[in-house]
C-alpha cells in the first residue's frame, strides 16, 4: 500500500515563503506523476502543479512565478517551493502521486492527509 506524507505546512507573513514536501512510501512498481492541489473549506480541491517523472511541469495561473515544485525520483519525494505567499493562498494542501502497485495494474491515483498553509496579511 502507498502512503503519502505531506510536511512543511504552517503559519507565514504575506510575501514569506515555505516549502512543502511529499514523500511516498510503501510498496508499489513505481510513481509516475505528483502534484500538489489545495482545498479550503467548503470548496473544491484545485490543482496547484504537477509533476512527471521526466520533469515536465504544469502549474495553476494563480501561482505561476511564484511556486516551483520539483522531485526527487530516487526519494519519490515531491516539492512545493512556495514564494511571495498571499493571505488567499491559505488552504490545505494536498499531495497526490499516480502510480502503479504492480507491474502487471494500472495507474492508481494516491493523496496525502494535507498540510494546513496559513498566509497572515
Known amino acids: 500500500q502507498v502512503q503519502l506524507v505531506e510536511s512543511g505546512g504552517g503559519l507565514v507573513q504575506a510575501g514569506g515563503s515555505l516549502r512543502l514536501s511529499c514523500a511516498a512510501s510503501g510498496r508499489f512498481f513505481s510513481i509516475n506523476a505528483m502534484g500538489w492541489y489545495r482545498q479550503a473549506p467548503g470548496k473544491q480541491r484545485e490543482l496547484v502543479a504537477t509533476i512527471t517523472s521526466g520533469g515536465n511541469t504544469n502549474y495553476a495561473d494563480s501561482v505561476k512565478g511564484r511556486f516551483t515544485i520539483s522531485r526527487d525520483n530516487a526519494k519519490n519525494t515531491v516539492y512545493l517551493e512556495m514564494n511571495s505567499l498571499k493571505p488567499e493562498d491559505t488552504h490545505v494542501y494536498y499531495c497526490?502521486?499516480?502510480?502503479?502497485?504492480?507491474?502487471?495494474?494500472?495507474?492508481?491515483?494516491?493523496w496525502g492527509q494535507g498540510t494546513q498553509v496559513t498566509v497572515s496579511s
Open positions: 497526490k502521486a499516480i502510480g502503479r502497485p504492480s507491474s502487471w495494474s494500472l495507474d492508481t491515483n494516491y
